[in-house]
Structures are given as C-alpha cells and as structure tokens.
C-alpha cells in the first residue's frame, strides 16, 4: 500500500542576525518551518543538520538549507546569501613619544589599509575612533597628565574593525615649564678689570632641562664655555674654569 501525505511540502525560512558579516567572526543561521534540516554550502555540503547551523565564512557565501517534516518530505531549497567584509590591517602604529615629561605630548600616527583587494583599498573610506576621544583622524596629538593608554579603533568595509592599543607614560618627577633663569652671583664672569657678561640658552631634552651658557668677559677676546657638571631638583650646577656657579630655575 501506498500512502500518499496528503499536507502540502515544508516552507522553510531563515533568519539571520544580519546579512553581512566581518571576516573570522562567528555566524549563526536559523531554519525554521519544518522537522528536521540538512544546511549545505559550495565548500561544505554536510554543513549542519540542526536547525540553526554555525560558520565562521571567509569569504562571500551562499547557504542553502532544505527542510523535511515528520513524514520526511522535503521543501524546496532556501537560500542566502551572506556577505562577509574585509576587517582594515594597522600595519604600523607610532606613538612619537611613549615616555613625556608632565605637561609634554606624544603624536600618535595609524597606517592602516582597508584590507579590500583593488587600487586604493576598494573604495572603502576608513573612519578612526580613539579611546580616550582624542580626535577622528588616523594622526592624534595628546598630553596626558597620568600614563595613559589610547585605544584605536579603525573601521572599514561594512562597519568592520580592528583596533590596537599603545601607552603614553607621564613621568611625574619632571616637568615642562615656562622658566626664566638667574645666576647666583652676577659676578661669575667677572674679570681682571670689570664685569663681563654672559649668554645662555635653555634646551629641553625629553624631562631634562639643560643650560647652555657663555661668558664673555672684557679680559677675553674668546667665548669661555660653562658646563654643566651636575643637577638636583630644580636646581642646576654649573663650573667655569674652577668657580662653581648655580643656577635658580624660576617655575612661572
């Protein structure tokens, strides 16, 4: 005997989170409308057999699922087709400065493309987000007043992202002020027969300040060098010839 199902075949459906997808991450598709199922794709024909099936596709994929009831007559194939975007490569990430003085800055700089085949990066348009919110730029300058940790964030194709991290430290034994400077004594260049006079300039290398300094003295036809010998706090020491001179660092 012949028995004949006399209910028409399965309608099957699929739901899904979304029809695009970020390379290497997770999708999920949900069947529903029938029994049982046998999901299916070109690269893997015996994909699931659940209803929901899981993937993790590389590239642009078509799923096809077909459902079967109790009495196993099968719908006809449902389809979709799940785009999958290309996350952005940070193939360099410069922080200019991962030690600054209190005060200081760094120049963070991102170079990143979109991971897109095709002369200049597939028409995608890059979009940057900082964390803490510094700027929407591939290239920030910040002055953190604590050691701090900046989080990029480099979104491309289909709202794709990947982000990376670097740390600006602040060292709180230095400073970067503004600074006039006197001398101790105003007599340090005097000579033989009157009172010379000298001329300073005032470098900063990274958190230390550094004097740089000449005496001209009437008794001198040449420039004499003040060098420096040593530093403590705000104070610098200089020697010339065999005098000692020290030098106030005035904070304003």
Do not use: E
């Not at 300094?213 to 040593?230: F, G, Q, T, V």
């Amino acid at each position: 005997m012949i028995t004949v199902n006399p209910n028409p075949a399965p309608v099957v459906t699929i739901s899904m989170a979304n029809d695009t997808i970020c390379r290497f991450d997770t999708l999920n598709l949900t069947a529903s409308g029938a029994s049982t199922y046998q999901w299916s794709t070109p690269a893997k024909p015996n994909l699931s057999t659940l209803a929901t099936a899981t993937d993790v596709p590389l590239n642009t994929t078509t799923y096809t699922v077909v459902g079967m009831d109790a009495l196993g007559c099968p719908s006809q194939p449902t389809t979709q087709t799940i785009v999958v975007g290309r996350r952005p490569t940070i193939n360099a990430f410069n922080n200019s400065n991962v030690t600054v003085c209190s005060g200081g800055s760094s120049t963070l700089t991102v170079n990143a493309t979109s991971g897109v085949g095709g002369g200049g990066g597939g028409g995608v348009t890059l979009a940057y987000q900082w964390n803490p919110n510094v700027g929407t730029t591939n290239t920030v300058t910040v002055s953190p007043t604590v050691t701090t940790l900046y989080t990029v964030t480099v979104v491309g194709q289909f709202g794709c992202s990947t982000t990376d991290t670097t740390t600006v430290n602040v060292n709180p034994n230095a400073i970067s002020p503004i600074i006039s400077v006197t001398p101790d004594s105003v007599n340090f260049c005097q000579g033989t027969t009157g009172h010379g006079r000298f001329n300073c300039i005032l470098k900063r290398i990274w958190c230390n300040l550094f004097l740089v300094c000449k005496c001209r003295s009437s008794n001198y036809s040449n420039n004499r060098n003040i060098h420096r010998k040593r530093w403590k706090q705000y104070h610098y020491l200089y020697r010339y010839r065999n005098r000692s001179i020290k030098w106030l660092l005035f904070i304003s």
